[in-house]
């Protein structure tokens, strides 16, 4: 059977740990999987403009022995004149496996319905997850077992990062704890399932509106840009519905003094986050970043693996 990667809990707690061992066994020999010999060819399809996606996807294909294909918005007929069903029966004759980062969840699904060969959200405006593989990666590497930390998420709790923030933390059996204005809640649906996993694997999930409450004794805290791509126009009104949530100093001495700063990047220093906070000694995002790389090499070998059984 096929295995895909369209959102955070379509891993087990036991599938996710094995992925992110994986991850660091490839971290430490970066050449030694090459599911893609041959080469075979990944799809990395881009409708947003990416850096880290993109590079980390396209250095991972090439370590693992394949050839990325990467495929822009307006230079294919995906969702123009071809329909998504269309395209994937079309992709899964010629390549491995088919990356895409998109707008719509819905997309995904359908790609993933009709392809033989296993699909990965590389970003959607509801769910982040290969960002979430790479961000458990890093609290591993600095703080040891994830299970019974305590995760906060400060800023948009309505985006996709909180959303899989909430999944994949409470998968790995976290404390989960997100504050966002009001008007930026979790999606309920969202929250109901992160409820749900919490009481498989002991971890808990907790909303708030006020930073402070979400930070006390937090061992990672983490956050992410309040303007996301295509919403640029809103940012006036963000900063104003925003005041109270900059991750600043002031916000950092609530969480425990050896606390992580998580960020998925790009920043914007003295809007969600500070510049002493994130250029500062709690900061750990340049090896977030790296572990992109190693988080998505693991995850194709393990696909790949599980997609043959």
């Given at each position: 059977?096929?295995?895909?990667?369209l959102?955070?809990?379509d891993?087990?707690p036991?599938?996710?740990?094995?992925?992110?061992?994986?991850?660091?066994?490839?971290?430490?020999?970066?050449?030694?999987?090459?599911?893609?010999?041959?080469?075979?060819?990944?799809?990395?399809?881009?409708?947003?403009?990416?850096?880290?996606?993109?590079?980390?996807?396209?250095?991972?294909?090439?370590?693992?022995?394949?050839?990325?294909?990467?495929?822009?918005?307006?230079?294919?007929?995906?969702?123009?004149?071809?329909?998504?069903?269309?395209?994937?029966?079309?992709?899964?004759?010629?390549?491995?496996?088919?990356?895409?980062?998109?707008?719509?969840?819905?997309?995904?699904?359908?790609?993933?319905?009709?392809?033989?060969?296993?699909?990965?959200?590389?970003?959607?405006?509801?769910?982040?997850?290969?960002?979430?593989?790479?961000?458990?990666?890093?609290?591993?590497?600095?703080?040891?077992?994830?299970?019974?930390?305590?995760?906060?998420?400060?800023?948009?709790?309505?985006?996709?990062?909180?959303?899989?923030?909430?999944?994949?933390?409470?998968?790995?059996?976290?404390?989960?704890?997100?504050?966002?204005?009001?008007?930026?809640?979790?999606?309920?649906?969202?929250?109901?399932?992160?409820?749900?996993?919490?009481?498989?694997?002991?971890?808990?999930?907790?909303?708030?509106?006020?930073?402070?409450?979400?930070?006390?004794?937090?061992d990672?805290?983490?956050?992410?840009?309040?303007?996301?791509?295509?919403?640029?126009?809103?940012?006036?009104?963000?900063?104003?519905?925003?005041?109270?949530?900059?991750?600043?100093?002031?916000?950092?001495?609530?969480?425990?003094?050896e606390?992580?700063?998580?960020?998925?990047?790009?920043?914007?220093?003295?809007f969600?986050?500070?510049?002493?906070?994130?250029d500062?000694?709690?900061?750990?995002?340049?090896?977030?970043?790296?572990?992109?790389?190693?988080?998505?090499?693991?995850?194709?070998?393990?696909?790949?693996?599980?997609?043959?059984?």
């Open positions: 059977m096929t295995r895909h990667f959102r955070d809990d891993l087990s036991e599938e996710q740990s094995e992925i992110l061992d994986l991850a660091s066994r490839l971290k430490s020999q970066p050449y030694s999987a090459k599911p893609f010999a041959g080469p075979k060819t990944v799809a990395l399809i881009f409708d947003k403009s990416s850096t880290r996606t993109r590079v980390s996807f396209s250095v991972g294909v090439s370590d693992l022995g394949g050839v990325p294909l990467i495929m822009e918005a307006g230079t294919s007929q995906l969702g123009v004149k071809e329909s998504v069903a269309d395209t994937a029966k079309v992709l899964e004759r010629q390549v491995a496996m088919i990356v895409w980062r998109t707008f719509a969840q819905s997309g995904l699904e359908e790609m993933a319905a009709n392809s033989k060969v296993p699909v990965i959200n590389s970003l959607s405006d509801e769910f982040h997850p290969c960002q979430l593989l790479a961000d458990l990666m890093t609290i591993r590497e600095k703080i040891g077992n994830p299970k019974g930390k305590v995760l906060s998420y400060i800023g948009d709790a309505s985006n996709n990062m909180c959303h899989s923030y909430m999944l994949a933390g409470v998968t790995a059996g976290m404390r989960v704890r997100v504050a966002g204005p009001a008007s930026y809640q979790p999606n309920p649906k969202i929250y109901r399932r992160a409820e749900e996993i919490a009481l498989q694997t002991g971890g808990s999930i907790d909303v708030y509106t006020d930073p402070k409450h979400a930070l006390i004794d937090s990672v805290v983490a956050t992410d840009t309040w303007i996301s791509m295509g919403q640029e126009a809103e940012k006036e009104q963000k900063v104003r519905e925003f005041a109270g949530f900059t991750l600043d100093s002031e916000l950092m001495s609530i969480a425990k003094p606390a992580i700063v998580l960020h998925c990047l790009p920043a914007y220093r003295g969600e986050i500070s510049a002493d906070v994130l500062g000694p709690q900061s750990v995002v340049w090896d977030q970043a790296e572990n992109r790389l190693h988080a998505q090499k693991a995850l194709m070998v393990w696909l790949a693996a599980r997609s043959k059984a």
